[in-house]
């Protein structure tokens, strides 16, 4: 049975997407053309154009698609933690699977730079992040942590802080823990 017209273009849009979340990674958010990405995809590089209103589009989408999927992972984590302290025990070990220089965390930093020459990019990942800290602030108000609004706003600030340095100075994240933990303690968790 042959796909529809419908089918091969979500199969082209998806191929296109994927080549995009694996360029920026490896060439920078700037470096990456129409061409690279169609012959990536291995499709025409007018499919690009067809299927997204631009290459920057094509990028953004990629790459917010990426981080949304990551940052869906908080949700087992919030099930998972039972306390405050395992809620940093499960936040660090998650920040621990990545390297500051994996394909995952250079595309999260191509896409923050990026964002900041793009107001459109701006407003999506600042979107993304203020739902993850918003999730993060629900959990702890519903923990008994104080001020969960700006303590989720340090976990995750701080979180991203030793992803960025990890990529110049590969530490391991268990001096992190228990600051956090004192953080969290500090406005009240059980």
Do not use: K, N
Request: charged share 25%; net charge negative; glycine share 8%.
């Amino acid at each position: 049975m042959s796909a529809t017209a419908s089918e091969r273009g979500r199969e082209v849009r998806r191929r296109l997407t994927r080549a995009a979340r694996e360029l920026v990674p490896e060439r920078g958010w700037a470096a990456v053309s129409t061409r690279t990405v169609a012959e990536r995809a291995g499709v025409a590089p007018g499919l690009v154009h067809y299927h997204f209103p631009s290459l920057q589009a094509l990028l953004a989408e990629a790459a917010i698609g990426a981080l949304r999927e990551a940052l869906g992972a908080t949700a087992d984590l919030l099930e998972r933690a039972r306390t405050p302290d395992e809620l940093v025990e499960l936040l660090v070990a998650e920040v621990d699977r990545y390297t500051g220089a994996d394909p995952a965390s250079l595309l999260a930093v191509e896409t923050h730079l990026a964002a900041t020459r793009d107001p459109a990019l701006r407003g999506e990942l600042a979107g993304l992040l203020e739902d993850f800290r918003g999730r993060i602030a629900a959990w702890l108000a519903e923990h008994g942590v104080g001020e969960p609004e700006a303590t989720a706003a340090v976990l995750a600030a701080a979180l991203d802080g030793v992803l960025l340095h990890r990529a110049l100075e590969p530490q391991p994240t268990g001096a992190v823990t228990p600051v956090l933990r004192r953080i969290v303690a500090q406005h009240g968790g059980r």
